[in-house]
């Protein structure tokens, strides 16, 4: 279908959209018109193509007219896959990507497209060597252990090129959510934040990763100093990831927002990461998340003292779904810590709260089993690889091997 010319927007020449307007672009005619503009627009920063469907053919065109654009900044192509093939995106995919490689990209957001491992593959050589982009939107993408371990050794060949070249990585942002990641890209995901130490934002929710992934990316993104929002929601850390997170927290101390709601940190985990919080390292939190977590009044007697003491800035607070009774006494007592700063309204309604039961006991049961890591997070530093980490390596070069083999 070719679009007449109301069909798309242009703002002051810089910026180029078709954002939702349903379209399936299938050939080169079908969007020659936009890219007969595209090629006029000399200060073209922002290309916007979400909501529409792009095939092989007006993808490979699209991509021609962008390689010129040597002002863009932005590619904002979330959700342009729906109906198409998996044979499709791959090709369609990387012509886009081609044509990135060619111009100083700041931004790339390719959200919502499900286009699983096989679109991770036409990413791997604009994400190893592009030298400017700072922001990768990647969210429910179903890329799975192969196609994060691709992304990850992309970002990890990426931040090897910068410091091969005696530069900074551009990097700042991820988010990568809703991708099934689990625990098996844990390891490869967190070397390459630990090697792109400029990262500031690190979203990864829903995404199935346990206790032992959690503890293993938390690990990565200490050498991240400058984080400044950390978003892990909906996945597993139990008493493992809480203490595991708790010997990060003083790695960042202009952490503003984190985000661990549906987490399962447990009675002892969430004592573990209120306690380092009122150690007083992190006095720029403005926002903490950590509802539905069977956190229970010990630990957020802890939290108010925390707040009275260091988190002044605190002006959002949630945690309901928690196992203490709402008009229990340390309510009352996180309210007046949060007066002290003229942020009493900062905690949210503590409508759904569950009650404590026998699960306490099968918690201690478990954290019985579970190996001591804080000591072993806080003397972690940068050395040689083990035979296993050099193993573990091996066997993630081959996964990614075999899949940018494989043609669907």
Not at 116 to 132: C, V, W, Y
Request: aromatic share 4%; with cysteine; glycine share 6%.
């Amino acid at each position: 279908m070719v679009a007449p010319i109301n069909e798309y927007t242009l703002e002051d020449n810089t910026v180029f959209s078709i954002v939702g307007k349903g379209l399936k672009l299938n050939t080169a005619a079908d969007v020659q018109e936009f890219v007969d503009t595209i090629r006029q627009m000399d200060n073209l920063q922002v290309i916007k193509l979400s909501g529409n469907t792009i095939g092989v053919e007006a993808g490979q065109a699209l991509g021609d007219a962008l390689k010129t654009k040597t002002h863009l900044k932005q590619a904002l192509l979330s959700d342009i896959f729906t109906g198409r093939l998996l044979s499709e995106i791959p090709l369609a995919l990387k012509a886009l990507c081609d044509a990135f490689e060619q111009v100083d990209l700041l931004e790339l957001d390719l959200s919502d497209n499900a286009f699983g491992p096989a679109g991770a593959q036409p990413l791997i050589d604009f994400l190893s060597n592009t030298k400017t982009l700072q922001t990768l939107r990647l969210n429910n993408n179903g890329l799975g252990l192969g196609g994060g371990a691709m992304i990850a050794q992309a970002l990890q060949a990426n931040a090897d090129n910068a410091k091969e070249e005696n530069r900074p990585s551009s990097l700042r942002t991820i988010i990568c959510g809703r991708n099934r990641l689990e625990d098996g890209s844990s390891k490869a995901l967190a070397r390459a934040f630990s090697s792109h130490g400029t990262l500031e934002v690190v979203r990864m929710p829903q995404n199935g990763i346990r206790p032992d992934g959690i503890r293993t990316i938390v690990e990565g993104l200490r050498d991240c100093k400058n984080l400044r929002h950390l978003d892990l929601q909906d996945n597993t850390f139990t008493v493992k990831g809480s203490k595991a997170l708790a010997a990060a927290l003083p790695s960042w101390p202009n952490l503003e927002i984190l985000n661990v709601s549906d987490c399962l940190l447990s009675k002892k985990g969430g004592a573990y990461v209120f306690s380092a919080l009122e150690r007083g390292e992190n006095k720029q939190l403005k926002e903490l998340l950590a509802q539905y977590n069977e956190i229970r009044a010990d630990a957020v007697e802890i939290l108010a003292s925390a707040i009275k003491s260091h988190l002044n800035l605190l002006e959002k607070l949630e945690l309901n779904g928690n196992m203490f009774e709402e008009d229990h006494q340390v309510v009352e007592i996180l309210r007046d810590a949060l007066a002290t700063w003229d942020h009493e309204h900062a905690l949210d309604d503590l409508d759904e709260m569950e009650d404590v039961d026998s699960e306490e006991e099968s918690e201690e049961e478990e954290e019985e089993e579970e190996p001591e890591l804080v000591k072993e997070a806080e003397e972690a530093e940068a050395k040689e690889p083990t035979k296993d980490e050099k193993l573990d390596t091996k066997a993630e070069d081959e996964l990614v091997e075999k899949l940018a083999e494989t043609h669907i």
